[in-house]
Nanobody, 115 residues
Framework: QVQLVESGGGLVQPGGSLRLSCATS????????MGWYRQAPGKQRELVAT???????IYSDSVKGRFTISRDVSKNTVYLQMNSLKPEDTAVYYC?????????WGQGTQVTVSS
C-alpha cells in the first residue's frame, strides 16, 4: 500500500504563488513515478504535471511556464510550485503515484485563486 498526503493549498490572489507538497508516508520504495492532477467544480480530473517512468516531466499546456514539478527523493516528497496563478487554476489538487501496477491518490488539497 502507498499512502500520499498533500499539503500547501489555500487561498491566493491572482498572480500569486503557492507550493504544494505530496509526502509518501508508506510504500515509497515501490513507487515508479508521481504526478499532480486537479479537478475543478463540474469538470473532470485533469493532468497538471507528472514525472514519467523515465524521469522526464510532462505539463499540461495550461500550466506550462507557470508551474514546476520537482521531487526530493531523500524525503519521498514531490512538489508543485505554482506561480502566476489565475482564477481558472482554482481546483482540488491531487497527487498520484504509480506503484505495484496501480495508481494511488492522495486526499486532495484545495487551491482557490481569487481577489
Amino acid at each position: 500500500q502507498v499512502q500520499l498526503v498533500e499539503s500547501g493549498g489555500g487561498l491566493v490572489q491572482p498572480g500569486g504563488s503557492l507550493r504544494l507538497s505530496c509526502a509518501t508516508s508508506r510504500g515509497a520504495s515501490s513507487i515508479r513515478y508521481m504526478g499532480w492532477y486537479r479537478q475543478a467544480p463540474g469538470k473532470q480530473r485533469e493532468l497538471v504535471a507528472t514525472f514519467t517512468l523515465g524521469g522526464t516531466t510532462i505539463y499540461s499546456d495550461s500550466v506550462k511556464g507557470r508551474f514546476t514539478i520537482s521531487r526530493d527523493v531523500s524525503k519521498n516528497t514531490v512538489y508543485l510550485q505554482m506561480n502566476s496563478l489565475k482564477p481558472e487554476d482554482t481546483a482540488v489538487y491531487y497527487c498520484n503515484a504509480f506503484a505495484n501496477a496501480q495508481l494511488y491518490w492522495g486526499q486532495g488539497t484545495q487551491v482557490t485563486v481569487s481577489s
